[in-house]
């Protein structure tokens, strides 16, 4: 499988995580999780190598911007209170753009690195990503342990918790 058809791949997978983050905010870190994972990893299996070729370089560092504009609104949406009614819109929000980039990078980016990198790299970076994608998402971190006092962090955790963008217009 060479890196265009792994990308695709998980493009699946963000696209079916997204519909279900917005029918259920507990979903979303699971969807934020992937979205951080493949950003990355598509940056360094991908697009380092795709800018690199000047007939890419535009369209390359165009997509790599919708990332970080993709960053800014999950991290908007990160600090947001989970059952206010505006949260899912955020995700809703969140998943509209995100699909447009994806299309993009399936129309456009990726028929335009098929024709512009050698077809045995495609593959060799595909195997790559597979496999540092794979291990990232296995990583389970050790559950924090339940018997901290946080008693004194209440107040100011619940208070950065509402500081999304319109969280405090009700
Ligand atoms: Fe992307
Ligand atoms: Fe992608």
Redo the contacts with the bound molecule.
């Keep these: 499988m060479d890196i265009v058809d792994a ?1 695709i791949e ?2 699946g997978v963000l696209r079916t995580l997204a519909q279900q983050a917005e029918a259920d905010p507990a979903l979303f870190e699971e969807y934020q999780r992937h979205l951080v994972v ?2 990355t990893m ?1 940056e360094k299996y991908f697009y380092d190598f795709l800018e690199q070729v000047a007939s890419a370089r535009k369209d390359s560092l165009e997509a790599v911007n919708e990332h970080h504009i993709i960053e800014l609104i999950l991290k908007d949406a990160e600090d947001f209170p989970r059952d206010h009614e505006r949260f899912p819109i955020k995700v809703e929000g969140l998943g509209e753009y995100t699909a447009h ?2 299309d993009e ?1 399936e129309m456009d980016i990726f028929p335009l690195g098929r024709q512009v990198l050698d077809p045995d790299d495609l593959v060799e970076l595909g195997k790559l990503f597979v496999e540092a994608k794979d291990r990232l998402l296995s990583v389970k971190p050790p559950e924090a342990p339940g018997n901290i006092d946080t008693s004194g962090n209440v107040a100011r955790r619940s208070a950065a918790r509402g500081l999304g963008i319109g969280s405090l217009k009700k």
Aim: glycine share 0%.
């Design positions: 990308l998980h493009h493949h950003h598509e980039h994806l990078e």
